[in-house]
């Protein structure tokens, strides 16, 4: 593990734990951050015909630099009317939610945050702190759209996060424990023995678990897509009718914060849906490490087909951005409370009774 | 509840089958050019900045009389006989200095009229279209090749030519005159071509 490694380094417990803390801010949060905008700019030019950035480097892989150093350049323009206090707390709140996510996600057999037993519900948990930031946002904007913006995002992340639970606690009625890291490793290193294939238990219960692990992935992939406001599910930050939802009156800084959190919320679900379904930082075809005895490559092995895996979803969901125009509100209520909660319910007793008479 | 399995499924079904297109659309070749790098191909008959080959043009007015916005501004300067102007390519022979040539781009209006009637076809539409100016003075193209001293020269010279025409014509009318007068002295004397000198 990397902690022990960084303790026997620096020599002390504290250091080690903010070095380690900071380890995925630093080496992953951000370069992944810049990499996602480029990435979402060229994947929607292409899918529109278009050719996305080029000017900016070789094919605009720059592209997000320069826009870094334009957004620090800008004045922080804070109105009148704004109720100051939480309009500068807001984003800091909406990105400590989706940061401190990544403290229970295991990026690698020996990289995860907090090897914590809550693991998932921690991380639903502490998403939490995201509608707070959110709401606070759009009210001390003073501004009718964001408000607007934030009680939409408050409405939308708290109806989604019932289809997220009740799918979560599916996988948790398969696997028996919380902890992601377990969770992962409970998935071993092929492919079928994932849980989208109904996990790696051999036996009946597999291959009827198969068609229920398919449709809750699909729940769940879409209720947390909901949950990070990202479209179909953007409402909240609707451009065409609410200008920008609750970052309108943000600027600078403060709004690459909320794009920040947009983009690390984006790979957080993406990861949390790979590790559930998807056997996390395991690998489906077997390690090299394995096959040529070198232990040290293995990590760096199931690192990279964890990031894979997570792009990969990233990738899925600018995709359905290209193909799905938004949903109104009230069809965005109904497609929660009237499809994917009944579709989690059935599932949950269904799998709850697979489990426990198979 | 058979309409909601149907409308989950028709819902699940046709985001995969937009989803296809999506994808399909991600490999299809971008129609973006890259503009002031790469330029469009533009039609064989495009209208764009005129352009005027000095050396061939013979200083007609044709163009400047077809315009319709007038933006066209010509003025000439008869050559005297010494002067050697050149012939055009196709041959004709040039028989006027051009002291001012300018086009008011600003005005024009691309109509490619004044192209048609040039002898000389020394006035044509070339493909550059990138010619905007911070200053409106700037779009008025002058074409003359010749220098401002040139211009003077010329115009002093066709001056002199005319007085030099003006004086050796009254010379040579005098000179008929007189000629005349001696003819008819020769032929007698005869009243009526010379007022009699009654009053001396």
């Keep these: 593990m990397i902690y022990d490694w960084l303790h026997n380094i620096t020599g002390s417990a504290i250091a080690a734990a903010i ?50 150093i334009k957004l620090i350049q800008k004045e922080d323009i804070v109105a009148a009317e704004n109720d100051r206090r939480f309009f500068d707390l807001s984003p800091i709140l909406v990105f400590a939610g989706s940061y401190a996510a990544f403290a229970a996600i295991p990026f690698s057999g020996a990289f995860i945050g907090s090897n914590i037993d809550l693991g998932i519900v921690y991380i639903v948990a502490v998403t939490g702190l995201v509608v707070a930031g959110i709401l606070m946002g759009g009210w001390a904007s003073n501004n009718k759209y964001s408000l607007l913006g934030a009680m939409r995002a408050a409405a939308q992340i708290i109806s989604y996060e019932i289809p997220t639970l009740l799918i979560v606690v599916t996988v948790i009625m398969i696997t028996g424990t919380m902890n992601l890291f377990t969770i992962s490793e409970w998935q071993t290193q092929y492919f079928w023995n994932w849980l989208i294939l109904g996990g790696p238990v051999f036996g009946t219960a597999k291959i009827l678990l198969i068609p229920l692990m398919v449709i809750s992935f699909l729940i769940i992939f879409l209720s947390t897509l909901a949950e990070v406001n990202r479209t179909p599910f953007d409402i909240p930050e609707a451009e065409s009718e609410l200008v920008s939802g609750y970052h309108t009156e943000y600027s600078g800084m403060k709004f690459a914060m909320f794009f920040l959190a947009e983009y690390a ?28 005895g070198v232990k040290w490559l293995i990590p760096i092995e199931q690192f990279f087909w964890f990031t894979a895996k997570g792009l990969f979803f990233v990738f899925v969901q600018m995709w359905l951005r290209w193909t799905l125009p938004r949903f109104r509100v009230d069809q965005l209520m109904a497609f929660c409370w009237k499809y994917l909660i009944p579709f989690a319910f059935v599932i949950l007793i269904l799998v709850g009774l697979i489990t426990v008479l198979l | 509840m058979k309409d909601y399995i149907l409308k989950f499924w028709q819902g699940l079904i046709t985001i995969i089958i937009g989803m296809r297109v999506t994808f399909r659309h991600l490999f ?63 041959g004709k022979k040039k028989a006027l200095w051009v002291t001012k040539f300018d086009i008011d781009i600003a005005k024009c209006c691309y109509c490619q009229l004044c192209v048609f009637p040039c002898p000389t076809d020394c006035i044509y539409m ?35 030519f005319m007085i030099k025409k003006e004086v050796e014509k009254a010379a040579a009318a005098k000179k008929k005159a007189e000629e005349e007068a001696a003819k008819k002295k020769e032929n007698g004397d005869q009243p009526g071509e010379k007022p009699p000198d009654n009053k001396e």
Excluded at chain 2, 60 to 72: F, G, L
Excluded at chain 2, 139 to 144: E, G, I, K, P, S
Aim: proline share 6%.
């Design chain 2, 126 to 160: 070339t493909d550059v279209y990138e010619f905007s100016e911070f200053e409106r003075e700037n779009l008025v193209y002058d074409f003359v090749t010749l220098t401002e001293e040139e211009k003077i020269e010329k115009k002093k010279n066709h001056e002199e």
């Design chain 1, 265 to 292: 919320n984006m790979f957080a679900v993406s990861a949390i849906v790979a590790t559930l379904f998807f056997g996390g930082f395991q690998s489906p075809i077997g390690y090299l490490g394995n096959v040529f």
């Design chain 2, 28 to 90: 299809v070749p971008a129609v973006t050019i890259q503009y002031p790098t790469v330029k469009p191909e533009l039609p064989e008959r495009e209208r764009n900045r005129l352009y005027v080959n000095m050396d061939d043009c013979i200083g007609c007015d044709q163009c400047a009389r077809a315009c319709p916005v007038d933006c066209i501004q010509i003025e000439t300067v008869k050559s005297v006989p010494g002067d050697d102007l050149g012939v055009t390519s196709n």
């Design chain 1, 19 to 68: 070095i380690q803390s900071l380890l995925p801010l630093f080496i992953f949060i951000l370069p992944f951050a810049l990499f996602a905008v480029l990435l979402e700019r060229k994947v929607s030019g292409h899918m529109q015909d278009r050719l996305g950035p080029m000017r900016v480097g070789y094919h605009g892989i720059l592209q997000t630099i320069a826009d870094i």
